[in-house]
Every structure is written in structure tokens, then in C-alpha cells.
């Protein structure tokens, strides 16, 4: 464990929907746990939309973030990529596409003509992969609901399909799969019917001044919490195995649809 450098400046740590935020007691222990073994404080930055926490990093007004996939191909020139949790043993997750549970619709085609939320315009599971999705089918994206709506979140999409306030919605399965485990009541009230393809999964990045002594101690911090008892409790509390090293080409399909639909680099 680092000695703590009297004076030394925070560790800014953006974190939006991409993780489920809504626990500031975890947080708390998160931020003393990587504090005692960065050997300065750690403090937690929180943002509802994407766009906010992304600004912020690009302005070097954050240190470090954890944000999704599809801002971070947009802009991997500047950012770092740090580490990426490791989810039902890989750094890989899936987009779903859910509906009520009652409802008799079987498949995405199916949610034509109805009210569909969106979680966030920066969110490749929330956004980018439907869009993508309706695109290769041959429907218009912006033309084939009847209504759309952005939530601001993907546990706040989960809860309009819940309420009856969409009939469908995008949301990341790590956010549904986790609140399945935390929420059953909630997560009972949906069904999912479609699950994407394996993309990378929301890494943790850095901004583009860290300094890389600090972006190589927290990398080594963060990929090392799985080997320490508090730090697998706060893993299993994220519903993670941990934490790995990546490569941006494990982005390349998120990087490949938004050039596809005219929203890439």
C-alpha cells in the first residue's frame, strides 16, 4: 500500500450509466480502496449523460473515466485506454434489446410503430448497435418508431419499459444482468429479445495529460484489485471478475458501425 502524499492533488474519476452509480456508499470504499494504494485521493465524478463526463476528460478536467466504447473510438487518438473490467470472464459485453414482459412481441422487427427508448446518443449499446441493427435490415433508424425518447440512462430504460412509458428499449446486458441479480422485480417486468453481437466492453480511460507514471500505477492498481480480499468484494458488489489489459483493437467493431451509419471519425 503507497504512503499518502500529503498535499498531492485528487485523482479525478469520471463514472456515468455505464456503471450502476446509484450506491454512494460504494463508491466511497472504491474511491478510499484505490486512494490507500495510489498514495493520493481518489474522488468520483459523476455525470448522467455521456457527453458531460467526455467533455470534461477532453478538457483535462477529469483524470480518468470510465466511459463507453463507442466515445472512446470517436476520440482514441488523445484518450488512453487504462484497463477494461473483465465481465463473466472476458472483457466483452452485449447490447439487449428488451420489451415488457407481457407483451407478445418476439422480435426487434416486431417494435415497428411503437414508442422505443434510446439510453444515450453516446452509447453504443443504447444507441449505436440498434441504429446499426435496423440500418443492415434496410429500415430507416429515425423512421421506424413511432416515437423515441432519449432516458438518460440504461437502468432508467429498463424502468420506462417496466412503467409502460416505451414498449422497447436498447440498454447494455452488463446493466441488465447486474440489476437482474440486484432488481429481479424489475428486470422481471421486461423480456429481452435480442442480444448483440460480443463487443468490447466500456473501458477506463485516461485523459490525454496524465502523466503515463500515474497512467501505469493506476493500471497496475486497478488490474491487481481482483488479487486483494477487499478489492474482490468491491469487484463482486460491480458484478466484475476484475479487471484486464486491452488493446483498442477491441473496439474496432463499435469504430466499424459508426463509420457505417456516418457517425465516425
Known amino acids: 500500500m503507497a504512503r499518502p502524499l500529503l498535499g498531492a492533488p485528487p485523482i479525478r474519476f469520471g463514472i456515468t450509466g455505464v456503471m450502476l452509480n446509484d450506491r454512494l456508499g460504494f463508491l466511497n470504499d472504491w474511491a478510499a480502496w484505490l486512494g490507500a494504494r495510489l498514495g493520493r485521493p481518489v474522488v468520483f ?15 483535462t478536467q477529469l483524470d480518468l473515466a ?22 463473466q470472464g472476458q472483457p466483452l459485453y452485449r447490447a439487449y434489446v428488451i420489451a415488457a414482459a407481457e407483451d407478445s412481441v418476439q422480435s426487434f422487427e416486431e417494435l415497428a410503430g411503437r414508442r422505443f427508448a434510446w439510453s444515450d446518443p453516446d452509447s453504443n ?21 413511432r416515437r423515441t425518447f432519449f432516458t438518460w440512462g440504461h437502468r432508467r430504460s429498463i424502468i420506462a419499459v417496466a412503467e409502460g412509458l416505451a414498449e422497447g428499449a436498447a440498454v447494455d446486458g452488463y446493466v441488465w444482468e447486474t440489476l437482474a441479480r440486484r432488481d429481479p422485480a424489475l428486470t422481471g ?24 507514471t500515474d497512467q501505469t500505477r493506476l493500471r497496475e492498481i486497478l488490474i491487481g484489485q481482483a488479487g486483494d480480499a477487499t478489492g474482490r468484494a468491491l469487484l463482486a458488489e460491480l458484478n466484475l471478475d476484475g479487471f484486464v489489459t486491452a488493446e483498442p483493437a477491441l473496439f474496432a467493431d463499435i469504430a466499424v458501425m459508426a463509420r457505417q451509419l456516418g457517425l465516425g471519425r
Request: glycine fraction near 4%; aromatic fraction near 16%.
Open 45 to 59: 465524478v459523476q455525470r448522467a449523460r455521456y457527453r458531460e463526463i467526455l467533455d470534461l476528460l477532453l478538457r
Open 66 to 87: 470510465w466511459i463507453c466504447g463507442y466515445p472512446y473510438v470517436q476520440h482514441q487518438d488523445v484518450l488512453k485506454l487504462i484497463a477494461v473490467p473483465s465481465f
Open 125 to 145: 449499446s443504447g444507441y449505436l448497435y440498434p441504429r446499426s441493427y435496423l440500418a443492415s435490415l434496410g429500415y430507416a433508424p429515425d423512421r421506424f418508431f
Open 189 to 212: 417486468q421486461t423480456r429481452i429479445i435480442l442480444r448483440s453481437p460480443l463487443f468490447g466492453f466500456p473501458p477506463i480511460v485516461a485523459a490525454p495529460n496524465l502523466p503515463e
